[in-house]
Each structure stands twice: as C-alpha cells, then as structure tokens.
C-alpha cells in the first residue's frame, strides 16, 4: 500500500529520541492561553492536553471554561504545553515553577511516571469529603489507590475497522493470520496512549512471558507502527490500512460527521477493550486549593459531567450522569475492561515499553 510508515530501527529510534526525558527543562516551553500573570488571586490555572481544548473535530476545553466562568466568580486558563504533562514533570524535577494549579487529563500512566520520576511529589490529594459526588464515582474508574487523581473521563482502546474489508478479529492471535497481513495501523506504544495501552492490552492477553514472542509475529505480519494517534487515523482515514488502534467512542464522531459507518466498525478482541481513563489532580505547589476544589466540584457536577464527556467524545465516569440516547448508542462499552493496576504498572511498564522498543528496533 503506497504512504505507508512501516515500522523500521530508524522510525523507532527517532521515537525513542523524541520521548521526553526526565532529566532536564529541555522542550518545556508552550504556549499559555490567556493571560500569563498568574498573580490573580481569582484565577485558577489548570494544565491540560493539547486536544482537550483544541482538537480537529471536537474538544470541550472552551464549553467548560464558559461554563465555569459563568457559574462561578472565578476565571479559568488552561495551560498547554508542547509536552503536556511530561513538562511538569520536568519542572517539579528541576525545582521550576509548575505555573499551573492543577491537571486535568491525568492518567494512570502519567501518574506512575510521575511517581517514579520525582523525589518530590507531583501531585497533592483531596480531603476525603471535600469533594461533591465523589461517592458516585464508579469503582471500575478509580486507578489511583490514594485517590490523588479524580477520574473525570473515560472509554476503551479497542480496533476501528472496515467490515466491508475485514472481519472482526475475534482474538489476538487472528492478528497475526494471513488474512491480516498488512491490514493493522497503530500508533507508536513509547509515545503514544493509544500505542501504550494496546500494548498493556496485548501483555495482559498473551502473557508477560510470551508477549515480546507475540509482537514478533505480528510485526511479521506487517503491522505499522506512526508516530502519533492522527498520524495512525490520518494513515486509516485515507485507506492505507483496513484496521486502527483507536478508542471505542469513535462512531460518536462518525455520526456526527455523518462518516460511512462501515468503516468505523468497533472490534473489541477478546471481548474486550483495555480502559483509557483520565482525571483532575491537584498540584502539590498550589496555593489555590479552593480554588481547585471548587473545579473539582463543578467537573462532577452531573449535567457537566454528561456535557463535557459529549464534547470530547468519552465517557461518563460518575454513575449519576449517563450521556443522551443519541449518542449512547455509539459510545460502545466492551463485556470485559482490561486495566493494570496501579502497583502493576509501577513495577513494570517501563521495563515492558523498553522490551517492546528493543523488539521493534532490532528488525
């Protein structure tokens, strides 16, 4: 298929090279929407991902903003950076101003390498209590065992397909079959959530012990590895691959683009779909924590609950908010929710993204 990026040493090592490190400031400068000050004692600065405010189909960053500023006497900013929250990470390392009160889209991998990272903690928690309808949060959500990290989002990476080209793969193994062969597109696991947590989905699947073995066989099988999740969509959305690793809320976008739903087909292997899950935490650094409260408070209120996980396409995490009938339909929940534990994860994500990275840079 011509346009395809193939997975290669070089392509792999550039993302390796790209990938944050840890060490240093480099790459931590970004844009700040709004006013840069920060000396306003009634605005409250919140970090968070780039498409949370500014996708290509759509986001919710400035409904919620509006909405916020409207409901209460306070005024919000979002900061964004180049490297999202891996910027502050670095600056907590390196004793910097974090210039932000808070993050919302934390998630559980962020969290780890947050923890394993700083000598200094990122992150300061909640008072129990203090928070409205926290109690209706779902269990199934809750990743951070000392309930730092308020869950505010949700759905599942799972396959998008074209079922006029391909079936359903009903297990991993199907994946690496002929009649897959060169069909899979997949955003790079070292960069990339999507990648990442297809890759915990696989190890959970096939076996720690047995997974590099299998990523072998599906990488004979011609799978492509991009840089990034629209690289990997992009690449899907102009038919050089019948199969995505994407999310299992993706024919809520193509409905409302009024897309060719045959080729927005949702596979979940297995029966299943590894969780993609993400919050609001509080900084340590802050001296806002009211401020902080009182957004905290407002994200779980119900009604924004439900309009903000229709404007970025997820999932309600608080079981007292459900989303409208129209789009409940297309937001597809699998049998089974696959999701490591914290401690899990602490203990081996890095070392299994580096084996899979050295698997991949040796062919």
């Known amino acids: 298929m011509s346009g395809?990026?193939?997975?290669?040493?070089?392509?792999?090592?550039a993302a390796l090279g790209s990938s944050v490190a840890l060490g240093g400031l480099a790459g931590c400068t970004g844009s700040i929407t709004g006013s840069t000050t920060g000396s306003d004692p009634d605005t409250l600065r919140v970090g968070t991902y780039k498409s949370f405010v500014d996708a290509p189909s759509?986001?919710?960053?400035?409904?919620?903003?509006?909405?916020?500023?409207s409901r209460t006497d306070y005024t919000l900013e979002w900061v964004i950076r180049e490297n999202e929250?891996?910027?502050?990470?670095?600056?907590?390392?390196?004793?910097?101003?974090?210039e932000a009160d808070a993050y919302l889209g934390v998630?559980?991998?962020?969290?780890?390498?947050?923890?394993?990272?700083?000598?200094?903690?990122?992150f300061e928690g909640f008072e129990t209590g203090e928070i409205?309808?926290?109690?209706?949060?779902?269990?199934?959500?809750?990743?951070?065992?000392?309930?730092?990290?308020?869950?505010?989002?949700?759905?599942?990476v799972a396959l998008v397909y074209d079922e006029t080209a391909v079936s359903e793969p009903s297990t991993f193994e199907a994946l690496t079959d002929p009649s897959f062969e060169d069909t899979l597109l997949l955003a790079n696991p070292q960069s990339t959530t999507t990648g990442l947590l297809f890759l915990l989905w696989t190890i959970d699947t096939v076996g720690r012990d047995s997974y590099l073995d299998y990523w072998q066989r599906l990488m004979d099988?011609?799978?492509?590895?991009l840089g990034s999740w629209g690289d990997a969509y992009n690449a899907y959305t102009q038919a050089e691959g019948d199969m995505v690793v994407s999310y299992s809320t993706d024919q809520v976008y193509a409905a409302a683009e009024d897309q060719d739903m045959a080729r927005h087909q949702i596979g979940f292997v297995n029966d299943q779909g590894y969780a993609y899950v993400d919050g609001l935490a509080k900084f340590a650094t802050?001296?806002?924590?009211?401020?902080?409260?009182?957004?905290?408070?407002?994200?779980?209120?119900?009604?924004?609950?439900?309009?903000?996980?229709?404007?970025?396409?997820?999932?309600?995490?608080?079981?007292?908010?459900?989303?409208?009938e129209d789009i409940r339909q297309y937001a597809h929940v699998p049998d089974e929710s696959v999701q490591f534990s914290y401690d899990t994860l602490v203990d081996n994500m890095s070392d299994w993204r580096e084996a899979w990275a050295r698997q991949v840079a040796g062919n």
Do not use: M
Request: glycine share 6%; charged share 25%; aromatic share 6%.
């Open 286 to 324: 802050t001296d806002r924590d009211g401020l902080v409260r009182t957004f905290a408070d407002f994200l779980l209120e119900p009604d924004v609950h439900r309009k903000t996980a229709v404007e970025n396409v997820g999932i309600p995490t608080v079981s007292n908010a459900s989303l409208p």
């Open 58 to 69: 759509t986001s919710a960053g400035d409904w919620v903003k509006s909405e916020f500023d």
């Open 221 to 225: 099988n011609g799978v492509s590895v």
């Open 132 to 156: 409205g309808n926290t109690d209706n949060i779902e269990d199934a959500y809750q990743f951070d065992p000392d309930r730092r990290v308020l869950p505010t989002g949700a759905s599942h």
């Open 107 to 122: 998630t559980p991998q962020d969290l780890v390498r947050a923890d394993t990272n700083l000598d200094d903690p990122l």
């Open 85 to 98: 929250i891996n910027d502050f990470i670095q600056r907590r390392q390196a004793g910097a101003s974090l």
């Open 4 to 13: 395809r990026s193939p997975v290669t040493r070089r392509s792999v090592l």
